[in-house]
């Protein structure tokens, strides 16, 4: 039996699908997952990294040298795509990672902008959403650090493909770039995921399911990447 975290992977996998010789950011363990998938099936050419000044296969063994200059190339020019995380997330696909309530008098202080305003204007960025919550999927983010397509005008390679959260799929694939509820995975409803959401999906009148893992994929999955069952800790269905 697929388990939900293992959806998850696939979902996140599909974000790099097609993207060619590009650099792959994932920040979490089942992205990170996903992107080495990826790599080992229907992304032959995608690029990972330590973090540091090196090219890694899938299985983390070097193999080659990327040096700071340029990966900032890399960074500034559209060629990465990265995978960040959303403490909140609007209709939009604004983010906020650095702080609950006004910026002046926080409720709750968290990372930081960091590196959102860069990723997020100069390539392409989706997110992982672990815990999707109206908590998480807001009307409004209390601070933007991810910038979304309402903020975008003139960023040349601006994109957000996607964004997946542990009950579905979300895009942006409608006139006004407003999100839009792309796939459900198994057992989960739309109205479950309209729930769980603090604004109005778009939602078609068939939503369909979240593909299923090959039995190629899931054997990689599950022997290959992550064998002792890590992507459990995230998605623990």
Not at 103 to 115: E, F, K, S
Not at 142 to 152: E, F, K, Q, S
Not at 183 to 197: D, F, L, R
Not at 204 to 232: M, S, Y
Request: aromatic share 6%; glycine share 8%.
């Amino acid at each position: 039996m697929t388990t939900r975290a293992e959806y998850c992977v696939i979902a996140c996998a599909e974000a790099w699908r097609d993207g060619g010789e590009i650099l792959a950011s994932p920040m979490g363990l089942i992205p990170s997952v996903g992107a080495r998938l990826a790599r080992l099936t229907f992304a032959p050419d995608l690029l990972l990294t330590d973090g540091e000044a090196t090219l890694v296969r899938p299985d983390g063994t070097a193999e080659g040298w990327l040096p700071y200059r340029q990966h900032l190339e890399l960074v500034t020019g559209g060629r990465r795509l990265v995978m960040m995380g959303a403490s909140q997330i609007d209709r939009y696909g604004n983010q906020n990672i650095s702080c609950i309530g006004d910026w002046a008098r926080p409720r709750r202080q968290l990372l930081g902008v960091r590196g959102a305003p860069v990723n997020t204007l100069n390539n392409p960025t989706s997110y992982w959403i672990p815990k999707h919550s109206r908590r998480v999927f807001v009307e409004r983010v209390d601070m933007v650090c991810g910038v979304g397509y309402d903020r975008a005008a003139g960023a040349r390679h601006h994109r957000v493909p996607r964004v997946v959260s542990d009950l579905g799929v979300f895009d942006f694939a409608t006139p006004d770039r407003a999100m839009r509820l792309a796939s459900v995975h198994p057992g989960v409803t739309v109205e479950q995921v309209q729930e769980a959401t603090g604004f109005a999906l778009v939602v078609a009148d068939e939503v369909p399911c979240t593909r299923e893992p090959t039995a190629a994929e899931l054997r990689l999955i599950r022997e290959v990447l992550d064998p002792g069952n890590t992507r459990a800790r995230e998605v623990p269905l």
